[in-house]
């Protein structure tokens, strides 16, 4: 077991230093839920940039000959701006529900150590890398399936930071600054140095925490095993909001969620709103085996997307074994303790919503304004499509509108 020294570590962050080995990880899995309980395709699109020295799948040294040519799409290609920095030749004609954002990996040893470190995502790809991935699968190939997605890396971990010169620079505001503000051991891979392993997905499967809406009400699920702490939010994007703990949901439980219950989700101001969502959501992060400034860095990481983005959301922390199921790691050695704290993240379209939204794209057409639907406006369209089309009012004028306000898409 580890022994806790409670000693003073590297960059000034509240990690205690260890004897031993551990490793912790967190990341989050995004998905767009329609009020028929439907997990949108779409969502590839993301709205903060990442550091140019961050490997993507299918990316191609310099002056390389162009790709073959992709297959023929099985359904309308998706549109490509707005997407991950993965061309285009890769998401046509894929089933794209989850986005798994930004899961960090950090190392802690008292010792210099070699540690071989894997991850598979059989429903799905890693997108993009940081150190670079030893070796990366499937292969890069348009029209490849985004599935059996796997990783693996053989870093050295480094004692002491007479490395962190290394590191590449990133502008303070970048959002991957924020998970270097940890106190883990500096770690080097391919002549790479960083703080954490980083990757990225996107991958095709269910959450296990279920959501229907009917009218402004909703209903959740529990399909898989207890979930420790689910949240739901709402926020207007200027800073207001209020978040509302639900508590743990054991297996197989039903919570129903009273309309007047949502509509009353007050917007706090800003200044009342995010410290006490912060409190919350960190509280559960450290419950679920984070240490204290790792917890402050995912909650800076996300700020933005959890707490900022407009919308009604809802978030849980995942069940170590539901993390397990969908991304398997494995590690050599193996450590004292491997802590994966992991947020399903689903953003919610009410019944009332997606009513609305359907009336003004019949009224307004191509006039309708997408860019108000931020960066799930595609996952959001294929939503409204479908509902047009189950209520009998998909007519061609209408399927016309939406493949124009796709393209619109930035």
């Known amino acids: 077991m580890r022994i806790p020294l409670f000693l003073a570590v590297a960059v000034g962050a509240s990690s205690p230093a260890y004897a ?25 699109g993301e709205d903060e ?21 992709s297959r023929s799409p099985s359904s309308p290609a998706p549109a490509c701006p707005g997407a991950p920095k993965l061309p285009c030749e890769f998401l ?25 470190f894997s991850v598979s995502f059989p429903k799905g790809i ?4 940081f150190p670079k991935a030893t070796r990366w699968l499937p292969h890069a190939e348009p029209g490849v399936a985004f599935e059996n997605g796997y990783a693996s890396y053989a870093i050295q971990i480094l004692k002491g930071e007479s490395q962190a010169g290394a590191i590449p620079p990133v502008n303070k505001d970048n959002i991957y600054s924020h998970a ?19 990757y990225r997905g996107l991958g095709n499967f269910n959450s296990e925490l279920h959501s229907t809406s009917t009218g402004n009400s909703l ?36 919570r129903n969620i009273p309309a007047d219950t949502v509509s009353n989700l007050q917007l ?30 995912m909650l800076d990481t996300w700020e933005h997307g959890y707490l900022k983005t407009p919308g009604l959301r809802v978030l849980y922390v995942l069940n170590p074994r ?65 509902r047009a089309r189950s209520q009998g009012r998909l007519t061609a004028t209408l399927d016309k509108t939406i493949d124009a306000l796709i393209q619109k898409i930035q």
Do not use: C
């Open 268 to 297: 706090s101001p800003v200044d009342d709103f995010l410290p006490a969502a912060r409190s919350l959501l960190h509280g559960a992060l450290m419950n679920a085996g984070l240490f204290s400034d790792e917890a402050t860095a």
């Open 180 to 198: 270097r503000n940890v106190a883990s051991n500096l770690i080097r891979a391919g002549g790479e140095t960083e703080r954490f392993i980083f």
């Open 49 to 69: 940039q990442l550091p140019q020295f961050v490997h993507n799948f299918g990316e191609r040294p310099p002056n390389s000959a162009p790709p073959p040519p």
């Open 322 to 386: 539901e993390v397990e199921r969908i991304l398997p790691a494995n590690i050599s050695p193996v450590p004292d303790t491997f802590s994966r704290a992991f947020i399903g993240r689903l953003e919610i379209l009410l019944d009332s919503q997606e009513a609305l939204l359907l009336q003004q794209i019949e009224e307004q057409q191509e006039d309708f304004s997408v860019g108000t639907l931020g960066r799930m406006a595609y996952p959001t369209l294929m939503r409204i499509r479908e």
């Open 219 to 254: 209903k959740f699920v529990n399909n898989g095993d207890t979930i420790p702490a689910v949240f739901l939010l709402s926020t207007d994007g200027n800073g207001r909001g209020n978040i509302l703990s639900l508590g743990q949901m054991s297996s197989a439980e039903v």
């Open 126 to 129: 890693i997108s993009q890398s």
């Open 20 to 44: 031993g080995f551990s490793v912790h990880e967190w990341g989050t899995f995004t998905s767009l839920v329609g009020a028929d309980g439907s997990i949108q395709q779409g969502m590839f």
């Open 92 to 116: 046509i004609g894929q089933t794209i529900t989850q986005k798994m954002e930004t899961p960090v990996v950090y190392f802690y040893s008292d010792e210099p150590l070699v540690v071989n």
